[in-house]
């Protein structure tokens, strides 16, 4: 962690890795030391504060971008609001979007991760001398 060598999910998954117990552990602790995590989640930010930049230039700037480039005065009957409003914001409400639903997936994994970093707690119970061991 120190001088920028590694980020907080490497460190984690160097802790996991030192202390796993099976192939499965270390498997899924050598995934996130290289890093596979931390270039996901880095990508969302960097997809996040773009659209967040674009938003707010549209934002503080808006007034500027003139619709009538886009082909027709504002007064004209034929007119397209939502086709002027798409040539001011571009794509970033639809890279939300798809922002939100890669987020979501991502989130509906069941903790998988977790269950294989802490294992299973798992009680045979039954009637004594009935083979549970």
């Known amino acids: 962690f120190a001088n920028g060598k ?10 996991d890795l030192l202390t796993a117990d099976t192939q499965t552990q270390r498997q899924q602790a050598l995934q996130q030391l290289e890093g596979r995590l931390s ?14 930049a674009h938003a707010e230039a549209v934002i503080d700037f808006g007034d500027d971008e003139h619709l009538d480039d886009f082909g027709m005065e504002e007064e004209d009957e034929h007119f397209n609001y939502d086709a002027a409003q798409l040539n001011v914001w571009g794509n970033v409400g639809t890279n939300m979007a798809n922002l939100c639903q890669q987020m979501e997936y991502h989130l509906q ?10 294992g299973l707690k798992i009680a045979i119970v039954g009637p004594p001398n009935a083979g549970k061991s």
């Open 39 to 52: 270039n996901l989640y880095n990508t969302w930010r960097e997809d996040l504060i773009s659209g967040l």
């Open 109 to 118: 994994d069941s903790n998988r991760g977790e269950l294989v970093r802490e």
């Open 6 to 15: 590694l980020d907080l999910l490497e460190v984690e998954a160097l802790a």
